[in-house]
């Protein structure tokens, strides 16, 4: 880079050195190094592209260009409208709050059942789902137990007894006439007996010989038929035979 100097003696003066630079729409001023120069003469020189100049037709012209055909415009113009000033010039009336509510577009609808279920239809047909394979046996053992270890089931409490021991009845008779051998109907009254119940009789005793019950019947609530098979029964004989009476329910 040219340096400018005086004559022998002359006191210097050391410049910066600057070089023009565009960026964008902007000339920038950039320095690049440094050249000395005489003081008297640094208030005629000029700033050329490459260093100080004592020649104006060597100084720089600051009209900057970016290429042949775009000029860097140095004063800019005024500043544009703005869309809602432009929507008052096309006839509108309203508010900038009014304008920005004009630029929504209506709430839109929430899918029918039949446009969700048609939509799924469309994906699973061009996206199948892997079909999977069904768990092994031991699989699904070991999986139940593993759940069972996490989660042991609660104990709950002892639940009744299906036996209901309803007490005892006798069984008896007293022969003031001769009584034929054969089926005996008896009628006992039992607290707690319902219709229907399943009744069963169990002899406190071992049955006299020729003896034994056939059948027991709950013919209504609190009422027991029992029919007994027994031998003949002299005149003034009798018999008492007592049962525990059961109900299973």
């Keep these: 880079m040219p340096s400018v100097f005086g004559g022998k003696g002359a006191s210097l003066v050391r410049l910066p050195l600057i070089r023009t630079v565009v960026q964008g729409n902007k000339v920038l001023l950039r320095i690049v190094g440094s050249a000395l120069a005489p003081v008297g003469s640094a208030d005629n020189l000029f700033l050329g592209p490459n260093g100080y100049v004592s020649d104006p037709e060597q100084a720089q012209d600051f009209v900057a260009k970016i290429s042949e055909e775009t000029t860097i415009i140095e004063n800019p113009g005024a500043p544009g409208k703005s869309a809602y000033e432009l929507w008052l010039m096309e006839g509108n009336e309203g508010t900038q709050e009014e304008y920005l509510n004009s630029l929504k577009g209506k709430p839109g609808q929430n899918a029918t059942d039949a446009q969700i279920a048609a939509k799924v239809n469309e994906w699973l047909t061009s996206y199948p789902p892997a079909k999977g394979e069904n768990a092994t ?113």
Aim: aromatic letters at 6%; charged letters at 15%.
């Design 137 to 249: 046996p031991q699989q699904i053992d070991e999986a139940v137990q593993a759940y069972m270890a996490t989660k042991p089931p609660l104990k709950g409490d002892q639940g009744p007894s299906s036996k209901v021991s309803l007490g005892t009845i006798s069984l008896s008779q007293n022969a003031v006439l001769a009584i034929v051998a054969g089926d005996r109907d008896l009628t006992f009254t039992v607290n707690g007996i319902l219709a229907g119940d399943d009744v069963f009789l169990f002899p406190v005793n071992h049955l006299p010989s020729g003896y034994f019950i056939k059948s027991v019947v709950a013919t209504e609530n609190n009422r027991l038929s029992v029919r007994l098979n027994a031998p003949l029964l002299a005149i003034g004989a009798s018999y008492n035979i007592t049962c525990r009476v059961v109900v299973l329910r």
